[in-house]
């Protein structure tokens, strides 16, 4: 598996408060992204990159920023946590686009209060 | 955008073998059909992909009928550690980027003794 990390594993936050959440490579990987499982929802793609300083949107990015300075980091931001932003949050990356196999981190579990 | 649609769980014994089947009516033409499986606490990993016919590796087999309007992944011999969410997912490799994957809900499977 790709080497990809997350920091923190854990986080407990306040309403109203920033959170940046880190995601690391090691495989030199083009693609990044970032989603959110709930339950009852799945995997909800939140942001994705296609390159350095290369991001769009996906199904749920309301409420998220992200930014990407380098191939091997991939940060999201919460500008003004929620409560609704608990969650569980994974990183993934892949080589290609699309269908391309992804190779996801451990996930951050954020609990927002 | 594929929709897919997969059971929600199913049940089964060690040394069975599972079919879960995944249907997907508009499956586009530069469409792949993917396979992950999760364990709790765990990020996402890939099973299997495949674009039609029969797929078989180490873990699994891919079923796509020629219609490529649904897919069956199919475990062989199951054991206590197969249980685990196993996500169905449909995209191109050519175009769209992250976007493109939606991974809904999945399919709980048990394996009991």
């Known amino acids: 598996d790709a080497g990809i990390t997350q920091s923190p594993r854990h986080k407990v936050t306040e309403t109203g408060t920033p959170v940046t959440l880190r995601c690391h490579q090691t495989?030199?990987?083009?693609?990044m992204y970032w989603y959110r499982q709930d339950p009852g929802h799945g995997l909800r793609l939140i942001h994705y990159?296609?390159?350095?300083?290369?991001?769009d949107k996906g199904e749920v990015s309301d409420g998220y920023s992200v930014s990407r300075s380098k191939t091997e980091d991939f940060l999201l931001t919460l500008e003004s946590a929620t409560s609704s932003q608990t969650s569980v949050y994974f990183c993934?990356?892949?080589?290609?686009?699309?269908?391309?196999?992804?190779?996801f981190g451990p996930g951050t579990r954020l609990t927002v209060l | 955008l594929a929709k897919t649609t997969q059971p929600i769980s199913m049940d089964s014994y060690e040394g069975q073998e599972v079919n879960i089947t995944c249907s997907h009516n508009?499956?586009?033409?530069?469409?792949?059909i993917t396979w992950y499986q999760q364990f709790p606490s765990q990020g996402p990993r890939f099973i299997i992909q495949?674009?039609?016919t029969k797929v078989t590796n180490e873990v699994a087999s891919l079923f796509i009928p020629a219609d490529r309007k649904s897919s069956t992944l199919s475990l062989p011999r199951v054991s206590l550690s197969d249980t685990a969410v196993y996500y169905c997912?449909?995209?191109?490799?050519?175009?769209?980027?992250?976007?493109?994957?939606?991974f809904g809900t999945g399919t709980q499977l048990k394996v009991e003794l």
């Open positions: 495989e030199n990987h083009r693609y």
């Open positions: 495949g674009y039609k």
């Open positions: 508009n499956i586009a033409t530069n469409d792949y």
């Open positions: 997912l449909v995209g191109d490799m050519v175009t769209g980027g992250g976007n493109k994957l939606t």
């Open positions: 993934a990356t892949s080589l290609g686009q699309g269908a391309d196999t992804q190779y």
């Open positions: 990159s296609y390159g350095v300083k290369d991001t």
